[in-house]
């Protein structure tokens, strides 16, 4: 080898370097979204788009997992599968966002529980997080002969908890049967024993944000301060995060999360479950911010 085709390679890759430190893509942390229920990667279509246009360049993956109907399947399942398709992404070592949708909110719950992440800001979109209690089209359209007040029945049964409504369905007046039975959420929040809640909890606190969106008409999560880690107590008076047992005694790192600044709740009035990845001011006024 000559020496001017030796300099003429350093030059070359000395342009190069310059060019992959300008690229764009290089800014922003990459982006995962979880669907909810009956949905798919689809419901990330519209920030997908809004996404290249603000932060041109940015990584957002969709995740096809459990879609449609297959999101009827057990919690503790789906956590398994998508686990597969996201534990790399999710293990970036530049830092990741993680936006889930509704169901998907608890999904990625089980997701950052179980393994040692590096997501920094988790998006929880109109997501139930301490469980439901409501009539929706949904239970109608899946449980006809069911309502609200009977479906603990079915729910609380081993069949019941063969289908993800019932890992999370909490029914205020029937406590003692969501401990019994409720295979997925009295477990991630440590009601139920967890052998591994240690771990969890030190998983969970590798977040550095925690931002939790919901609002008054929502209208499928009930009550919807669920969204905001609220819930009923037995005569259906709402119970805020930081009265929740599961708050007070830490059990997954709630309350030390709050305690270090970095629970961001957003009450959105106005929108409709089905609409909140659909509207642009709540991407640009509650989820972009984030998305550094
Ligand atoms: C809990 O985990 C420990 C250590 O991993 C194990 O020895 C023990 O048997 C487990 N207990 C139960 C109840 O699963
Ligand atoms: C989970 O609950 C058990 C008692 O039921 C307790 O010993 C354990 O410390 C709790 N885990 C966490 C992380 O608080
Ligand atoms: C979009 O969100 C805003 C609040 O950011 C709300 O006022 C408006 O009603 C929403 N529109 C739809 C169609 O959801």
New binding site residues.
């Given amino acids: 080898m000559t020496r001017t085709s030796g300099s003429r390679v350093i030059l070359v890759s000395a342009l190069f370097t310059l060019l992959v430190e300008i690229t764009p893509a290089t800014k922003y942390k990459d982006v995962v979204f979880i669907h909810g229920i009956l949905g798919g990667p689809y419901e990330a279509d519209d920030f997908t788009q809004w996404l290249e246009k603000s932060h041109p360049g940015t990584k957002l993956t969709a995740i096809n997992d459990y879609d449609a109907l297959s999101s009827l399947w057990p919690m503790d399942a789906q956590v398994s599968g998508f686990e597969a398709k996201v534990k790399t992404l999710l293990s970036n070592p530049k830092g990741v966002h993680l936006i889930c949708f509704s169901q998907g909110g608890l999904v990625c719950r089980g997701l950052l529980s179980k393994f040692p992440h590096n997501v920094d800001t988790f998006i929880s979109l109109s997501s139930p997080q301490a469980g439901q209690y409501g009539d929706t089209s949904y239970l109608r359209y899946l449980f006809p002969q069911y309502v609200k007040k009977t479906i603990y029945k079915f729910f609380y049964s081993a069949e019941g908890q063969k289908w993800s409504v019932g890992n999370y369905w909490n029914d205020p007046h029937h406590q003692d049967l969501y401990l019994k039975y409720s295979a997925y959420l009295a477990i991630l929040n440590n009601q139920t024993y967890n052998n591994n809640s240690q771990e969890y909890r030190t998983n969970f606190l590798h977040l550095k944000n925690l931002v939790l969106i919901g609002g008054p008409n929502d209208g499928v999560i009930t009550p919807w301060q669920s969204s905001h880690f609220g819930f009923y107590d037995e005569n259906e008076k709402i119970v805020e995060m930081r009265n929740q047992e599961w708050y007070k005694s830490d059990s997954f790192g709630l309350k030390t999360l709050d305690q270090r600044g970095s629970i961001h709740t957003y009450s959105?009035?106005?929108?409709?479950h089905i609409?909140w990845h659909?509207?642009?001011?709540?991407f640009q006024?509650?989820i972009l911010p984030w998305l550094t």
């Fill in positions: 959105v009035p106005g929108v409709a609409n659909t509207n642009y001011t709540v006024n509650n």
